[in-house]
């Protein structure tokens, strides 16, 4: 057995508490977006994460992601309330109790990027209702698939280093169903729902990435070299991913936007989640490209097909995690994967084989679990807000509160018609027009 070690476990707490920073991060990121009427309600969404979903992991939630298995297909309830997770190692070199709250920074933050795609439009009761159901049925068991010990995808030999399979694709293709089962904003998409503050946005973009290096390298649980090779593919995709956003903007548009810069980088870091301890700097550069490349696309499918992804959570997170997860296939070198499998480029086909069936296992059974689960609270108490309030805006109806006292008028949520028409486009809207 391994000893506790105490630069590893400095480094997964700094790693836990980077990754924590991300989810209020992710509410700067959401909430610059929204109008400013819905700025606190999509912010709510974030930061009651944190408290809602932190109880339901050290009550059962981690138990059933780590536990001992029951047919590769979830843990048991050894660990809840958190018996026998102490200070010891328990097998790594980091004391058991860190390793659970590292792995649950990753299960605050996944049902909060669901909340881009119902923003604006959903009862605060469904939304806490959906998230500790979503944790439960739907985070809890693919983390076990692919991170517990016996877990089914994990025994297959599917690749997820931090988790773009776990978190960003089961994320993703739930906030496409969402977006479908809740319909679309009253005025979507005729009227232009326009970012309101896009300097949030960016430094919420900025936090993320900040935040993204203790998502990634932290995921190594050292603080060696794997540590360190995760570290800089993190900063390199995305790196390559908000050049690559820009770049199509600028040949399709004639220009390109801040807002789509941070797009490309978020997608960037979405794509190489996977990857990040299993390929090479190249490796990670060709991940970065083809995520900002595919999830510009990915973006525009909802004006394609007709629905409203508000903060365009599927296609950042659902089409660049599938991207992410079987472009790890092809760019794993031998030398960075368990038992010197490597990838399609390194000779090793068969890896897709189990690339393949883990985004469609995950992805499918996502999107089976949240259309159930949004059946049931729906029943319970109502998934979406009343007209009336949906107009008045979240944050006063929902929570009585506003998000800015500045002007004559500031206590009153503003008409449609008074939003400044010079305001930018959301990248997702210029892209649509230009199309």
Same mark, same amino acid.
């Given at each position: !057995?391994?000893?506790?070690?105490?630069?590893?476990?400095?480094?997964?707490?700094?790693?836990?508490?980077?990754?924590?920073?991300?989810?209020?991060?992710?509410?700067? %990121?959401?909430?610059?977006?929204? #109008?400013? /009427?819905?700025?606190?309600?999509?912010?709510?969404?974030?930061?009651?994460?944190?408290?809602?979903?932190?109880?339901?992991?050290?009550?059962?939630?981690?138990?059933?992601?780590?536990?001992?298995?029951?047919?590769?297909?979830?843990?048991?309830?050894?660990? &809840?309330?958190?018996?026998?997770?102490?200070? +010891?190692?328990?097998?790594?070199?980091?004391?058991?109790?860190?390793?659970?709250?590292?792995?649950?920074?990753?299960?605050?933050?996944?049902?909060?990027?669901?909340?881009?795609?119902?923003? =604006? #439009?959903?009862?605060?009761?469904?939304?806490?209702?959906?998230?500790?159901?979503?944790?439960?049925?739907?985070?809890?068991?693919?983390?076990?698939?692919?991170?517990?010990?016996?877990?089914?995808?994990?025994? !297959?030999?599917?690749? +997820?280093?931090?988790?773009?399979?776990?978190?960003?694709?089961?994320?993703?293709?739930?906030?496409?169903?969402?977006?479908?089962?809740?319909?679309? #904003?009253?005025?979507? $998409?005729?009227?232009?729902? #326009? $970012?309101?503050?896009?300097?949030?946005?960016?430094?919420?973009?900025?936090?993320?990435?900040?935040?993204? %290096?203790?998502?990634?390298?932290?995921?190594?649980?050292?603080?060696?070299?794997?540590?360190?090779?995760?570290?800089?593919?993190?900063?390199?995709?995305?790196?390559?991913?908000?050049?690559?956003?820009?770049?199509? *903007?600028?040949?399709?548009?004639? /220009?390109?936007?801040?807002?789509?810069?941070?797009?490309?980088?978020?997608?960037?870091?979405?794509?190489?989640?996977?990857?990040?301890?299993?390929?090479? $700097?190249?490796?990670?550069?060709?991940?970065?490209?083809?995520?900002?490349?595919?999830?510009?696309?990915?973006?525009?499918?909802?004006? /394609?097909?007709?629905? +409203?992804?508000?903060? +365009?959570? %599927?296609?950042?997170?659902?089409?660049?995690?599938?991207?992410?997860?079987?472009?790890?296939?092809? %760019?794993?070198?031998?030398?960075?994967?368990? *038992?010197?499998?490597?990838?399609?480029?390194?000779?090793? &086909?068969?890896?897709?084989?189990?690339?393949?069936?883990?985004?469609?296992?995950?992805?499918?059974?996502?999107?089976?679990?949240?259309?159930?689960?949004? /059946? &049931?609270?729906?029943?319970?108490?109502?998934?979406?807000?009343?007209?009336?309030?949906?107009? *008045?805006?979240?944050?006063?109806?929902?929570?009585? =509160?506003?998000?800015?006292?500045?002007? =004559?008028?500031?206590?009153?949520?503003?008409? =449609?018609?008074? *939003?400044?028409?010079?305001?930018?486009?959301?990248?997702?809207?210029?892209?649509?027009?230009?199309?």
């Amino acid at each position: !057995m391994p000893e506790v070690n105490s630069g590893d476990t400095a480094w997964l707490l700094i790693s836990t508490a980077l990754v924590m920073l991300m989810t209020p991060g992710l509410a700067l %990121f959401y909430g610059g977006m929204v #109008r400013n /009427k819905n700025v606190l309600s999509t912010f709510m969404h974030s930061f009651f994460a944190l408290g809602l979903v932190t109880l339901q992991w050290v009550v059962i939630g981690y138990s059933l992601s780590f536990g001992k298995t029951h047919g590769g297909l979830i843990g048991g309830t050894e660990f &809840a309330f958190l018996q026998g997770v102490g200070v +010891d190692g328990a097998g790594k070199t980091v004391p058991h109790i860190l390793f659970m709250m590292y792995q649950g920074m990753f299960a605050i933050i996944t049902p909060a990027l669901i909340s881009g795609a119902f923003a =604006e #439009r959903m009862k605060f009761s469904a939304y806490c209702l959906f998230t500790l159901l979503w944790s439960t049925l739907v985070y809890d068991p693919v983390a076990h698939w692919v991170w517990g010990t016996g877990g089914w995808l994990a025994k !297959m030999g599917a690749l +997820d280093f931090a988790g773009g399979t776990v978190v960003h694709l089961t994320s993703g293709v739930s906030a496409l169903v969402v977006a479908i089962v809740l319909g679309k #904003r009253i005025g979507y $998409p005729g009227h232009g729902h #326009r $970012p309101h503050n896009l300097t949030m946005t960016v430094l919420g973009a900025g936090i993320l990435w900040f935040g993204w %290096f203790g998502f990634n390298a932290g995921s190594a649980l050292t603080s060696g070299g794997l540590a360190s090779q995760a570290f800089v593919n993190t900063q390199i995709a995305a790196a390559a991913g908000s050049v690559a956003w820009a770049g199509v *903007e600028a040949v399709r548009q004639g /220009k390109p936007t801040m807002l789509g810069v941070a797009s490309g980088l978020v997608a960037g870091l979405v794509g190489i989640t996977p990857a990040a301890g299993f390929v090479n $700097p190249m490796g990670a550069i060709a991940i970065g490209l083809a995520a900002g490349f595919v999830c510009f696309y990915g973006v525009l499918l909802k004006s /394609k097909l007709g629905y +409203d992804d508000t903060l +365009d959570a %599927f296609g950042v997170h659902g089409v660049g995690g599938a991207l992410g997860a079987l472009l790890t296939g092809v %760019f794993a070198t031998k030398a960075l994967t368990p *038992e010197n499998v490597g990838g399609v480029l390194s000779g090793n &086909a068969k890896i897709m084989i189990a690339q393949g069936v883990g985004v469609l296992a995950a992805g499918a059974y996502a999107v089976v679990m949240t259309f159930g689960i949004l /059946k &049931a609270v729906n029943a319970l108490v109502g998934l979406r807000v009343s007209s009336d309030d949906e107009r *008045e805006g979240l944050d006063t109806a929902l929570h009585g =509160e506003v998000g800015y006292t500045i002007g =004559e008028d500031s206590t009153t949520a503003a008409p =449609e018609e008074a *939003e400044p028409s010079a305001m930018p486009e959301p990248a997702a809207v210029l892209q649509t027009e230009s199309a």
